[in-house]
T-cell receptor, first 117, second 110 residues
Framework: GAVVSQHPSWVICKSGTSVKIECRSL??????MFWYRQFPKQSLMLMAT?????????EQGVEKDKFLINHASLTLSTLTVTSAHPEDSSFYIC?????????????FGPGTRLTVT | GQNIDQPTEMTATEGAIVQINCTYQ??????LFWYQQHAGEAPTFLSY????GLEEKGRFSSFLSRSKGYSYLLLKELQMKDSASYLC???????????FGAGTTVTVRA
């Protein structure tokens, strides 16, 4: 089945630094990747949609200059949290959808736990 | 915005049945999903409904009524490992973006 990986699985960084999270589709080509954020005991909130070779589209209220998304290849998308602050501490999850997938199929990565101190 | 409502918490006994309801008011409808999420892990796909009716898959069943904006997830023969959060999600548009409900935490007790 389709597998999506994320790296790192957890990261601790100091306030003001930047952190990059990778999302990879391991056995299929992901034309579209979605980035979500989940705070404790809350649901997933879509941050942005990333299409290979084009600029990401951000949901309302998400700062595109703070959360940089790059989808340079059909198997890799990256999310960079720039100048991280403690309020950015969250669980970041990506999902991927490929060309050959049925309309509804979207595969989730295992998530990255970010803690900003 | 999209409005997807589900109960916050439910508790049931091992071996019993639990039904998790989800109501939605969205700008459009291209399918409803149920996901299971254990603490600290990513969601795993349980079911997808786009037409009215009941979809059964082993111990889990999902029902949809588009006219009522309503779905439920039925968990039968509950096991301890079913203790998790269950997320209802809708694709309102043609762009495959998922809108999630807040999730229902199910606790299974012995």
């Amino acid at each position: 089945g389709a597998v999506v990986s994320q790296h790192p699985s957890w990261v601790i960084c100091k306030s003001g630094t930047s952190v990059k999270i990778e999302c990879r589709s391991l056995d299929f080509q992901a034309t579209t990747m979605f980035w979500y954020r989940q705070f404790p005991k809350q649901s997933l909130m879509l941050m942005a949609t990333s299409n290979e070779g084009s600029k990401a589209t951000y949901e309302q209220g998400v700062e595109k200059d703070k959360f940089l998304i790059n989808h340079a290849s059909l198997t890799l998308s990256t999310l960079t949290v720039t100048s991280a602050h403690p309020e950015d501490s969250s669980f970041y999850i990506c999902s991927a959808r490929g060309l050959a997938e049925a309309a509804y199929e979207q595969y989730f990565g295992p998530g990255t736990r970010l803690t900003v101190t | 915005g999209q409005n997807i409502d589900q109960p916050t918490e439910m508790t049931a006994t091992e071996g019993a049945i639990v039904q998790i309801n989800c109501t939605y008011q969205t700008s459009g409808f291209n399918g409803l999903f149920w996901y299971q999420q254990h603490a600290g892990e990513a969601p795993t796909f349980l079911s997808y409904n786009v037409l009215d009716g009941l979809e059964e898959k082993g111990r889990f069943s999902s029902f949809l009524s588009r006219s009522k904006g309503y779905s439920y997830l039925l968990l039968k023969e509950l096991q301890m490992k079913d203790s998790a959060s269950y997320l209802c999600a809708v694709i309102p548009g043609d762009d495959y973006k998922l809108s999630f409900g807040a999730g229902t935490t199910v606790t299974v007790r012995a």
